[in-house]
């Protein structure tokens, strides 16, 4: 829903939606890096599993594609 509000603000922008849902494990995570590889843009992730959101940052720094997590600021709080 953040992502769908952010993207209501460009309206003249065209622009795809890509959802990987339950993305649990490293296998998973090769599919859609090999997606973003594909169709590069910006990666905005919910994962909390920190081995998987550094092997997504890096492919994402590695690509030199924004990624943002939405989730960082709770998973940051103390």
Known sequence: AVTKAALAQFQSTMRQEYLYPLIRSLDELDTV?????????????????????????????????????????LLGAS
């Open 33 to 73: 890096i090999t997606q973003i590889t594909n169709f590069p843009g910006p990666v905005i992730y919910t994962l909390v599993n920190e081995e998987l959101i550094a092997k997504l940052r890096e492919a994402c720094r590695l690509r030199n594609i924004p990624c943002i997590g939405l989730l960082d600021p």
